[in-house]
């Protein structure tokens, strides 16, 4: 069974390779607007996610943990709370639900394309 943290941590991984495929696509926009006649003009669409939010209902069927307190739940009793809980949640036993919330904001980005002093050509990508 797959712990808590390494799924988390595959999610994080996988919104972070998501950012990166929308930046490179982001830059091949800013590429095609600054070589066209007109585009060239206005900045290239960029959107930035600022809050992701994810109701992830989870099944337990094991809980693992370290305590410093001195007393003894009942395990058991937790478990089968626990997943009474999720039952009601999901109304269906065998499949995890997530709901994804995803707020987005606009931002632009311009790709200016300049000679330097010793002739070497230069892109500089501009986030508005």
């Known amino acids: 069974m797959i712990k808590l943290s390494d799924y988390l941590n595959y999610i994080n991984n996988e919104i972070i390779q998501t950012r990166k495929k929308a ?5 091949l926009i800013a590429k095609e607007y ?3 006649e007109y585009l060239k003009y206005f900045k290239a669409p960029r959107y930035v996610s ?4 994810m109701d992830i209902p989870l099944k337990f069927k094991n809980i693992d943990t370290l305590s410093t ?4 739940p009942d395990d058991t009793k937790f478990l089968l709370d626990l997943s009474e809980k ?3 949640v999901n109304k ?11 707020e987005m904001e606009e931002e632009g980005l311009r790709l200016i394309t300049f000679t ?4 070497q050509q230069i892109e500089e990508i501009i986030f508005e």
Not at 116 to 119: C, F, L, V
Request: net charge negative; proline share 0%; hydrophobic share 40%.
């Open 86 to 88: 999720m039952k009601a």
């Open 34 to 36: 600054a070589n066209h």
């Open 69 to 72: 307190e001195d007393f003894k």
């Open 50 to 53: 600022i809050n992701i939010q």
């Open 92 to 102: 269906e036993e065998d499949k995890l639900f997530i709901n994804l919330h995803l």
């Open 23 to 27: 930046d490179e696509n982001a830059i």
């Open 116 to 119: 330097d002093k010793g002739g």
